[in-house]
C-alpha cells in the first residue's frame, strides 16, 4: 500500500485454547471434474481462541476444503463437519453462517465480491440471510447496507476514490481489506479465510493479520488456509498441511520446522499401502 | 444548438404536411388485401379492380389499400385504421376478414363496408362473391381431353365450400369428358405460400398427374409446370407471362365492373347493402384466351362458356352422385345457390378424403 | 500513435441511457436515407412513421387518442414478455422460446371457451387467465428440467419447442377443436362476451393493457428492492459469487423460465381473449420473438421494456400508417 505506515503484527500465542468450535471428521468429497482434487478423511479441530492454519502447494485441494467448510458444495454426512459441536455436514453455506461460520475465498473479484455491485450491495452478498437489518421480508433495506458498509470501510480504513464505488473499481489491497472486513464486521465465532493477503500490499496485509488474530483472541476459531509460509508462521498457534487432498495432523507452529513442512507438502503423510505414516514431528 | 434547430425544423415540417393531407374532397375508396398485391394472383386482381376505379373516376375518388393484412389479429385495427382516414367505401377482400368488418362497420355507421366471399351483412355491409366454379367446370373439361395420364394434381387451400365446390366442378367437367379421370390433392394450408405450392406442385407431379390445377394464389405451381413440361391452369389472374408454355387457360376474377359499379352507387348516393354473387354472365369470372391446346378442345371450350352464359349450362345438374354413392338433386335441375355454398362433400370419383 | 481501447473501471450511468438513444437515432437517420431513396420526403416519411402515432400528445385531439390506444394494445404482449425475459435473461438463462409458451398459455386458456362454452360467472376470466399464465410455465418448465436435470442448453430446448407448440396448436384447431359451425376453417368456436377481456369504457384499451404495466412495475420493484432480484442479478454477472451467496443456480434456471414462461403464456390468452377472439392456427405475429429485442432495447430492466415494447410497437404499426399515408408497400 502507498502511504501506509508498516505495521508489525503482534502476536501474543494463545495461553489456553478452548472447545473445538470448528471439527472436521473423516471429511472426504469426490473430485468435481478432471482438474478437481478429491479430500480424503480429512479430520481436524479448531478451538476458540487459536489459529490454525492450512499449508500446502497451490492445487493440492485447497479450495475443494473451503468450498466443502463454507458449505458451497455440501457434505454427503452431516457429522463430518460441526460447528459449535453441531453437526452441519449437510446444510448449505447460508445456514452455516446462521450458525455464526464466516468465510473468505480466494478469488476477491466474482467470488468474493461481484465485481459489478457496488460495496454496499456486496454487503448484502454474504450478509442477506444473518443479518437481519439487511433483509425485511425479502425486501432489501439499502439503509442498513449502506450503514455495514461504511462502518467496515472505516474500521479496516478501506480507501477509494469516489462513495460506495463498484468493487471493480478497488485495488486488490483496498477490496480485500473490505472482503475480510465484511466478514469481522459479523464477528463471527468460526472464521475461515482462504490466502487472506494474495496479491496484497504489505500495509493492507499487516492490517488483516492483525484483524484475524485480534478475532481469534476474543475466543474465535480461525482456519487460514495458504500458501504463503512468512504468513503462516506470522499469525498461526498450529499447522497442518494439504497435499493430494489429504491433510497432515496439526502441529504446534513452535515445533515445525521449514524442513518438516516441505516433506509433509511433498506427502510424507499420504495414506500408503493402508498404513497412515507415524507424524514427522 | 445547431441540431436542435434542426430538429425543430423538421418537426415543423412534418407537421405541416401532416396537415396539408387532411384537406382533399374527394372520395375516399379503400381496400384491404391480405395477400401482397405483387402476387399476380387474388390480392393483385382486386388490386386491378382498385386501379380500374382509379382510371374510371379520376379526379372524383382516391384510393388506398393496405396489403399484406393477417387474417386475425391485425384485420380489425386495419380496416378501423381506413375508416378513420376518411375512407366511404371499404372493400375488404378476404374472408377472413368477416368478423373484423362486421365488427368495424358497427363503429362506423355511416362508412359502407363490401366483404368478399363472406356471408355476414349489415346495414352497412355488403357482400360480393364470384361464381368461380363455372369457370373451374371448363378448365375440368379442358383438362380431360389434354391429359395423357388422366391424373390432374390439384392444390388447395383450406376446406371450405368454396374451394370444395371449385373441386367437384372441376371434376365433374372432367368427368363429362372422361368418366375415369383422376384427382390427386395436396392441401397446403394457405393461400399464398409459393415455396409450398411448388414443392406440391412437384409431389403431384411424381405421382403421375400431368396436369395442376390450384386454388392457391401463387404462380409457383404454373411455373413448375412450366419447367418440368407439364399443363396447368392460371388462378386469379392471367399468369401467361409465368408459364407461356404450360398455361391452358385461367381462371380470372375481373373485380372492375363490380368494383366500378358499386363505386358509382357510393358517389350517386344510391349505395345499399347487398349480396351479389356473379358469374361469367356479369363478367366477373373470365377465362382468359385458350393457349397450348388444339383447336377442338378450344372449341368445346368456348362453346361451354358461351353455354353457361347462356344459362344452357349449369355445373352442378342434378342428379349428382357424392362420394358415398348417394345422390343430391333433382334430375335436369341445379343445385340451388345455399346447397353449394354449403358444400361439404366430394362427387363420385375423387380420390381423397375431406380432412375433417 | 497508437490507439488503445481500455475498459472503463465502472459502469457509466449516462452511457447506459445514451447508448439505446444513439441506436434509435441511427435507425432513423438510415431509415431517413431509404425514404429518400424511395423517392419520399424523408422528413414527412419519418413523420408518419414515427410521431402520426403520437399526435395525441400536441393536438390534445380526442380523434389522436385512437393510434395511441392501438400502439399500447400491440405494446401489451411485447411488455408482457420482455419484461419476464428482461429478468430470465439478467440470470443469464436464455428463454429463446417465449413465442412457445404465448402458444402454449393459448392453448390452455381456450380449453374454457372449447369445453365449458356455456359456464359464465366473473370467474370464467380468471380462470382463463390463470390457465394461460400455466400454460406458458408449463412449456417453460420442460427446457427447465431439461437444464437442471440433463445440462441441456435452454436456448436449443426452448426453442425447438416453439415449433412444437404451433404444431400442436395447428392440430387442435384443425382436428379436436375445430369449431363444427365453421364452415371447415381450421379455427376454434368464437370466444362468448364473457370469454373476452373488458376493454376500459369506449376505447380498445383492455385489460391486458394494464396487467403488463402491472407486470413491468412488479418486477422493476423485484429487481431493485428485493432479495429475489438480488439473487437473479448476482446469478448472472457472477455465478460463482452467487454460490458463495447461498444462491442457487438451479432455482432460478427453475424461476426464470416459470416466471419469464407464465407471462409469455398470459400474454397469449389475453391475445386471444381480446384482439383474436378464438385460436386459430397463427394467433401472434412473433411477439415472443419481438420480446427478445424488447428485453435488449430496454437494458435487460423491466420499465425500460415499457418503453421499449412502445418504441416497436410504432415501428410496427408506423409501417401501416406509411401504407394508408404515403402508399408506400409493406
Known amino acids: 500500500m502507498v502511504g501506509g505506515d508498516i505495521h508489525v503484527v503482534h502476536t501474543p500465542r494463545s495461553q489456553k485454547a478452548g472447545p473445538a468450535r470448528l471439527s472436521l471428521k473423516d471429511l472426504s468429497l469426490p473430485a468435481e471434474g478432471q482438474f478437481s482434487v478429491a479430500l480424503k478423511s480429512i479430520s481436524l479441530d479448531v478451538k476458540g481462541g487459536e489459529v490454525v492454519a492450512i499449508a500446502g502447494v497451490a492445487g493440492n485441494g485447497q479450495s475443494e476444503l473451503f468450498d466443502a467448510i463454507s458449505g458451497e458444495r ?8 460441526s460447528i459449535d459441536g453441531r453437526p452441519q455436514g449437510t446444510v448449505g453455506v447460508n445456514a452455516r453462517r446462521r450458525a455464526g461460520a464466516a468465510f473468505v475465498p480466494e478469488e476477491r473479484l466474482g467470488h468474493g465480491a461481484v465485481p459489478a455491485f457496488r460495496l454496499s450491495e456486496n454487503v448484502v452478498l454474504t450478509r442477506h440471510s444473518s443479518d437481519a437489518s439487511l ?53 463471527p465465532g468460526i472464521l475461515v479465510v482462504n490466502q487472506p493477503t494474495w496479491g496484497v500490499d504489505a500495509g493492507a496485509s499487516a492490517t488483516i493479520r492483525q484483524a484475524i488474530i485480534d478475532l481469534s483472541r476474543q475466543g474465535s476459531a480461525v482456519l487460514v488456509i495458504s500458501q504463503d509460509l512468512d504468513e503462516i508462521f506470522e499469525i498461526a498457534d498450529r499447522i497442518a498441511v494439504i497435499s493430494r487432498g489429504e491433510l497432515s495432523d496439526a502441529h504446534p507452529a513452535g515445533e515445525l520446522s521449514l524442513q518438516q513442512i516441505g516433506l509433509l507438502m511433498a506427502g510424507a503423510h499420504e495414506k500408503k499401502e493402508g498404513v497412515r505414516h507415524a507424524a514427522v514431528a | 444548438m445547431n441540431k436542435m434547430m434542426m430538429a425543430t425544423a423538421a418537426f415543423a415540417l412534418a407537421l405541416g404536411i401532416g396537415a396539408a393531407s387532411a384537406a382533399a374532397d374527394k372520395l375516399k375508396a379503400c381496400w384491404v388485401y391480405t395477400g401482397p398485391i405483387g402476387d399476380f394472383g387474388y390480392s393483385f386482381q382486386h388490386d386491378q379492380g382498385r386501379k380500374a376505379v382509379e382510371k374510371e373516376f379520376g379526379d372524383k ?108 366442378s372441376f371434376m365433374l367437367g372432367a368427368q363429362s369428358v372422361n368418366p375415369n379421370f383422376k384427382i390427386k390433392i395436396v392441401w397446403v394450408n394457405s393461400w399464398y405460400d409459393p415455396g409450398k405450392e411448388a414443392d406440391a406442385a412437384k409431389v403431384l407431379f411424381g405421382q403421375g398427374a400431368d396436369i395442376i390445377v390450384q386454388h392457391t394464389d401463387s404462380t409457383a405451381p404454373l411455373q413448375v409446370a412450366q419447367d418440368q413440361g407439364k399443363l396447368g391452369f392460371g388462378q386469379s389472374s392471367d399468369m401467361i407471362k409465368f408459364a407461356p408454355k ?75 352422385t357424392k362420394q358415398d354413392g348417394s345422390t343430391v338433386g333433382e334430375a335436369g335441375k341445379s343445385l340451388p345457390d345455399e346447397e353449394l355454398l354449403g358444400m361439404a362433400y366430394y362427387v363420385k370419383g375423387i380420390d381423397d378424403k375431406l380432412p375433417q | ?67 395511441l390506444e392501438q400502439l399500447a394494445v400491440k405494446a401489451a404482449p411485447l411488455v408482457l414478455i420482455g419484461a419476464g425475459l428482461a429478468v430470465a435473461y439478467s440470470a443469464n438463462v436464455w428463454n429463446i422460446g417465449a413465442e412457445g409458451q404465448l402458444t402454449a398459455g393459448a392453448i390452455l386458456g381456450a380449453v374454457v371457451p372449447v369445453y365449458f362454452t356455456d359456464w359464465q360467472s366473473p370467474l ?167 420480446a427478445i429485442i424488447v428485453a435488449f432495447l430496454g437494458r435487460l430492466n423491466p420499465l425500460g421494456t415499457l418503453i421499449a415494447g412502445l418504441a416497436l410497437a410504432i415501428s410496427y404499426l408506423g409501417g401501416e400508417a406509411a401504407q394508408v399515408s404515403l402508399g408506400v408497400s409493406a
Open chain 1, 135 to 187: 433483509v425485511k421480508s425479502g425486501l432489501l433495506q439499502k439503509s442498513g447496507a449502506g450503514d455495514v458498509s461504511e462502518r467496515v470501510i472505516k474500521t479496516y480504513d478501506v480507501r477509494m476514490g469516489k462513495v460506495d464505488p463498484e468493487a471493480r473499481a478497488l485495488s486488490g489491497g483496498n477490496l480485500q481489506k473490505f472482503v475480510v472486513g465484511r466478514e469481522l464486521d459479523r464477528e
Open chain 3, 124 to 290: 370464467t376470466l380468471i380462470a382463463m387467465l390463470a390457465l394461460g399464465a400455466i400454460g406458458g410455465m408449463l412449456w417453460a418448465a420442460i427446457p427447465a428440467f431439461l437444464k437442471n436435470r440433463f445440462g441441456a442448453s435452454e436456448i436449443l430446448t426452448s426453442l425447438m419447442l416453439v415449433y412444437v407448440s404451433q404444431l400442436l396448436l395447428d392440430w387442435l384447431v384443425r382436428g379436436p377443436w375445430r369449431d363444427p359451425a365453421g364452415h371447415n376453417f381450421p379455427q376454434t368456436v368464437a370466444f362468448a362476451d364473457w370469454q373476452v377481456l373488458p376493454v376500459f369504457g369506449e376505447s380498445s384499451l383492455h385489460l391486458g393493457v394494464l396487467l403488463a404495466v402491472i407486470a413491468a412495475a412488479a418486477l422493476a420493484f423485484m429487481m431493485a428492492r428485493t432479495l429475489k432480484g438480488f439473487e437473479i442479478k448476482t446469478l448472472g454477472v457472477s455465478p460463482r459469487a452467487g454460490r458463495f451467496a447461498g444462491f442457487s443456480r438451479a432455482g432460478s434456471v427453475w424461476f426464470c423460465l416459470l416466471l419469464s414462461g407464465g407471462l409469455a403464456g398470459l400474454a397469449g390468452i389475453a391475445e386471444v381473449m381480446n384482439t383474436v377472439g378464438q385460436l386459430q392456427p397463427k394467433i401472434s405475429p412473433g411477439y415472443g420473438f419481438t
Open chain 3, 1 to 67: 500513435m497508437r490507439l488503445l481501447l481500455e475498459k472503463r473501471s465502472e459502469h457509466s450511468q449516462l452511457m447506459t441511457v445514451i447508448s439505446p438513444l444513439i441506436a434509435v437515432a441511427l435507425t432513423l437517420v438510415t431509415g431517413g436515407f431509404m425514404f429518400l431513396a424511395m423517392g419520399l420526403n424523408p422528413f414527412e416519411a419519418l413523420y408518419v412513421y414515427f410521431l402520426e402515432p403520437l399526435k395525441f400528445f400536441w393536438t390534445f385531439a380526442a380523434e389522436d387518442f385512437w393510434p
Open chain 1, 74 to 81: 455440501t457434505l454427503a454426512d452431516a457429522g463430518m463437519l
Open chain 2, 61 to 168: 375518388v382516391e384510393t388506398k389499400y393496405l396489403e399484406n393484412v393477417a387474417e386475425g389479429p391485425d384485420a380489425e385495427r386495419a380496416i378501423e385504421r381506413l375508416a378513420r382516414d376518411g375512407c366511404k367505401i371499404i372493400f375488404t377482400t378476404s374472408f377472413g376478414f368477416m368478423d373484423a368488418t362486421i365488427k368495424v362497420a358497427k363503429k362506423f355507421p355511416k362508412v359502407h363496408f363490401e366483404h368478399a366471399t363472406g356471408y355476414k351483412r349489415a346495414k352497412n355491409v355488403a357482400t360480393y362473391n364470384a361464381r368461380f366454379y363455372e369457370g373451374r367446370y371448363v378448365m375440368g373439361e379442358i383438362a380431360g381431353k389434354m391429359s395423357k395420364t388422366g391424373t390432374a394434381g390439384y392444390i388447395v387451400s383450406f376446406p371450405i365450400p368454396e374451394v370444395i365446390m371449385g373441386i367437384n
Open chain 2, 246 to 320: 404450360a398455361q391452358l387457360t385461367a381462371n380470372t376474377d375481373n373485380w372492375n365492373p363490380y368494383y366500378i359499379s358499386r363505386v358509382k352507387a357510393e358517389l350517386d348516393g344510391v349505395w345499399k347493402s347487398d349480396d351479389t354473387w356473379g358469374g361469367m354472365k356479369e363478367g366477373m369470372v373470365v377465362l382468359s384466351p385458350f393457349t397450348n391446346v388444339p383447336d377442338d378442345v378450344k372449341k368445346m371450350a368456348e362453346d361451354s362458356v358461351a353455354k353457361i352464359k347462356s344459362g344452357e349450362l349449369h355445373p352442378f345438374t342434378g342428379p349428382i
